[in-house]
């Protein structure tokens, strides 16, 4: 890779451009994915090397992306980069149903900030949006949804697989985020637009980590009532075990019956569903409150095998 990185900084800024504007989205990504963050970082270094490669690659940007889901997605996004100790550097661009141009003087709908070398690695297929977002390594700043429906788009240069779909959520890749995650960010991400996916996700997946072997015999019924949304209100879902069998039922009626119903904060619980918060310290500190039989909160809990973080 040092000989690339002598290759593109022989290159004048001409030849840099045609390098990027000319050359197939398939060779440019796997010179992308063979240079490990150092090397990628040394090379964005290299001043012409970066600003023809960051503009090329957003006006080149449906050759990264799906068709269908670029079409999808409307709006104006800034991307404001950062770099080691030096200037952020900002590209504004207009995504107009399967269009991208770049408009520097457009007022953006929401601001994406990022590390420069994650972001060459998202466009390219090889991060994903939501887990960098959850990590705290992507800033979201004006529409959210906005943000990660950008974050959709992108497939495998030379195939027509989707690189990774933020709404995808891989539980593992999720209790790593968390976990090294400020509770502080963690609460902005759960009074924000992308909370509805979070819990969509972790709900759905829900039953994948329930020991059936401990939950044979075990019949319960427990409500969680997951606070912190911005318009005050709290998201409902109620988990049912039976026979070794779990069930997830979101937005319950009023009235419903269950033996224990849990509330507790949103940032909160995906710390708890992560492992991350221990539930009788969270009965403790107050961050969980039961209302109802105890006992059965706890063995839904001891029931419960949730993902450990990497590392």
Same mark, same amino acid.
């Given at each position: 890779?040092?000989?690339?990185?002598?290759?593109?900084?022989?290159?004048?800024?001409?030849?840099?451009?045609?390098?990027?504007?000319?050359?197939?989205?398939?060779?440019?990504?796997?010179?992308?994915?063979?240079?490990?963050?150092?090397?990628?970082?040394? *090379?964005?270094?290299?001043?012409h090397f970066r600003e023809e490669a960051?503009?090329?690659?957003?006006d080149r940007f449906a050759e990264f992306?799906?068709?269908?889901?670029?079409?999808?997605?409307?709006?104006?996004?800034?991307?404001?980069?950062?770099? *080691?100790?030096?200037?952020?550097? &900002?590209?504004?661009?207009?995504?107009?149903?399967?269009?991208?141009?770049?408009?520097?003087?457009?007022?953006?709908?929401?601001?994406?900030?990022?590390?420069?070398?994650? /972001?060459?690695?998202?466009?390219?297929?090889?991060?994903?949006?939501?887990?960098?977002?959850?990590?705290?390594?992507? $800033?979201?700043?004006?529409?959210?949804?906005?943000?990660?429906?950008?974050?959709?788009? /992108?497939?495998?240069?030379?195939?027509?697989?989707?690189?990774?779909?933020?709404?995808?959520?891989?539980?593992?890749?999720?209790?790593?985020?968390?976990?090294?995650?400020?509770?502080?960010?963690?609460?902005?991400?759960?009074?924000?637009?992308?909370?509805?996916?979070?819990?969509?996700?972790?709900?759905?997946? /829900?039953?994948? /980590?329930?020991?059936?072997?401990?939950?044979?015999? *075990?019949?319960? &019924?427990?409500?969680?009532?997951?606070?912190?949304?911005?318009?005050?209100?709290?998201?409902?879902?109620?988990?049912?075990?039976?026979? $070794?069998? &779990?069930?997830?039922?979101?937005?319950?009626?009023? $009235?419903?019956?269950?033996?224990?119903?849990?509330?507790?904060?949103?940032?909160?619980?995906?710390?708890?569903?992560?492992?991350?918060?221990?539930?009788?310290?969270?009965?403790?500190?107050?961050?969980?409150?039961?209302?109802?039989?105890?006992?059965?909160?706890?063995?839904?809990?001891?029931?419960?095998?949730?993902?450990?973080?990497?590392?």
């Amino acid at each position: 890779m040092p000989a690339v990185i002598d290759r593109f900084a022989a290159m004048s800024k001409a030849e840099v451009n045609d390098y990027f504007c000319q050359r197939d989205v398939l060779e440019i990504t796997e010179m992308i994915r063979d240079a490990s963050d150092d090397e990628l970082r040394e *090379l964005i270094e290299i001043d012409h090397f970066r600003e023809e490669a960051v503009d090329a690659i957003l006006d080149r940007f449906a050759e990264f992306s799906d068709a269908g889901r670029l079409a999808e997605v409307e709006g104006v996004v800034r991307f404001q980069l950062a770099r *080691l100790r030096k200037q952020d550097v &900002c590209h504004t661009a207009r995504f107009d149903r399967g269009n991208v141009t770049l408009e520097p003087d457009a007022r953006p709908d929401v601001t994406i900030r990022a590390d420069i070398v994650d /972001f060459v690695r998202l466009v390219t297929g090889q991060s994903n949006a939501a887990l960098l977002y959850l990590g705290g390594r992507l $800033g979201i700043e004006g529409q959210e949804l906005l943000a990660l429906a950008v974050g959709t788009v /992108f497939t495998v240069p030379g195939s027509h697989q989707a690189a990774v779909d933020p709404t995808a959520l891989d539980p593992v890749d999720v209790a790593t985020a968390v976990a090294t995650t400020s509770s502080r960010h963690m609460r902005a991400v759960m009074e924000g637009g992308f909370r509805p996916i979070v819990l969509e996700e972790v709900f759905r997946r /829900f039953p994948d /980590f329930i020991d059936i072997g401990k939950a044979g015999d *075990l019949r319960l &019924c427990v409500g969680f009532r997951i606070a912190g949304r911005k318009d005050g209100d709290v998201d409902r879902y109620t988990v049912h075990i039976a026979d $070794g069998v &779990c069930t997830i039922e979101s937005d319950p009626p009023e $009235g419903q019956r269950r033996d224990a119903t849990i509330t507790i904060e949103g940032h909160d619980f995906l710390r708890l569903a992560t492992g991350q918060l221990h539930p009788v310290r969270g009965v403790l500190t107050g961050a969980l409150k039961v209302r109802g039989d105890r006992s059965k909160a706890l063995a839904l809990n001891a029931v419960m095998v949730p993902p450990q973080p990497r590392g």
